[in-house]
Nanobody, 122 residues
């Protein structure tokens, strides 16, 4: 398994941009597909994006395409989520997760970070 630690969240204003980071430990990081999920208060955990182990393929939630960009740096064991034009409804805890295949459901991901809070004010 891989251990994951997210960072980069905070309180921002609507329209701002934010880059979330996920640091992974473990020598097999580059064999995992990496995903981002989010969970808003009182709501189910929601898929955001996933990236393949080499970073060649990405997949986004249809409702979030255009403002979110997932990327990875295997040399640094890092995964990133760039969020542009933030909206109040983007307020959530954002989680980084690892899976052995490209997937958009939480059950496919076996390792999770503790999450980083993003709060967007109007």
């Amino acid at each position: 398994q891989v251990q994951l630690v997210e960072s980069g969240g905070g309180l921002v204003q609507a329209g701002d941009s934010l880059r979330l980071s996920c640091a992974a430990s473990g020598r097999t990081f580059n064999s995992y597909c990496m995903g981002w999920f989010r969970q808003a208060p009182g709501k189910e955990r929601e898929f955001v994006a996933v990236i393949s182990w080499r970073g060649v393929n990405t997949h986004y939630a249809d409702s979030l395409k255009g403002r979110f960009t997932i990327s990875r740096d295997n040399a640094k064991n890092m995964v990133y989520l760039q969020i542009n034009s933030l909206k109040v409804e983007d307020t959530a805890v954002y989680y980084c997760a690892a899976a052995d295949r490209m997937a958009a459901v939480a059950t496919a991901f076996g390792s999770w970070g503790q999450g980083t809070q993003v709060a967007v004010s109007s």
